[in-house]
């Protein structure tokens, strides 16, 4: 086990509903991260949670919002979704954002259907 | 500029043999280069990474080799196992940068 807990495992979704994705982390990092990971395509950064504060926000459309309650948990809410938002949504964390080359640690993922 | 070419997409190789996945770089800053591995249902683990200051880093069966002139990396498998199965993904980074850039992945299978 690597320490980073996601769930749930897999989520099916119409485009008018709302629903969340959980993760935490055991390691006791400071530094937390969503990616999207679609087929033939490189695992896209969305967000960067240092020290419970946002860091990066990617460019990421409105209808994924984050939330990081503590140094330990990571909220990724969904709503209006679009069908090409399908993706496996990985959580990961570090020891600290701010120390360059910090070796990550994901979850399994969410594997997320939006129809 | 800051993409990460990587190739091939996908790559079979025999039980015992050598895997060899490679990646190429525009961005002459990057200076930190990993290579995660990631098994169906798994998020991507570290397996090994290597900064520009060395042309070669090995450990156990896994090397990665550094071509600074030419912008390249490359993995390789020695005597590949089908538990090596698996998606690799080579990535890179800039001095004092946490954001990885990622390559698009090479799915490998070993075949016994």
């Known amino acids: 086990e690597t320490g980073v807990t996601q769930t749930p495992r897999h989520l099916v979704m119409g485009m008018t509903n709302k629903k969340s994705l959980k993760c935490e982390q055991h390691?006791?990092?400071?530094?937390m991260y969503w990616y999207k990971q679609s087929a033939k395509k490189p695992l896209e950064l969305m967000f960067v949670?240092?020290?419970?504060?946002?860091?990066e926000n990617n460019s990421v459309p409105s209808r994924f919002s984050p939330e990081c309650p503590n140094s330990s948990h990571l909220f990724l809410h969904l709503h209006t979704l679009q069908p090409e938002d399908s993706a496996l949504y990985l959580c990961?964390?570090?020891?600290?954002?701010?120390?360059?080359?910090?070796?990550?640690?994901f979850g399994s993922g969410t594997q997320l259907s939006v129809l | 500029q800051q993409q990460v070419k990587q190739s091939p997409q996908s790559l079979i190789v025999q039980k015992g043999g050598i895997s060899i996945i490679n990646c190429a770089y525009e961005n002459t800053a990057f200076d930190y280069f990993p290579w995660y591995q990631q098994f169906p249902g798994k998020g991507p683990a570290l397996l090994i990474a290597?900064?520009?200051?060395?042309s070669e880093k090995k450990e156990g069966r896994f090397t990665i080799s550094f071509n600074k002139s030419a912008k390249q990396f490359s993995l390789h498998i020695m005597d590949s196992q089908p538990g090596d199965s698996a998606t690799y993904f080579c990535a890179a980074a800039g001095a004092g940068s946490y954001q990885l850039t990622f390559g698009k992945g090479t799915k490998l299978s070993v075949i016994p």
């Open positions: 390691l006791g990092h400071n530094a």
């Open positions: 949670y240092n020290f419970k504060e946002q860091t």
């Open positions: 290597i900064r520009p200051d060395v």
């Open positions: 990961a964390s570090s020891q600290e954002r701010n120390r360059a080359h910090e070796k990550l640690f």
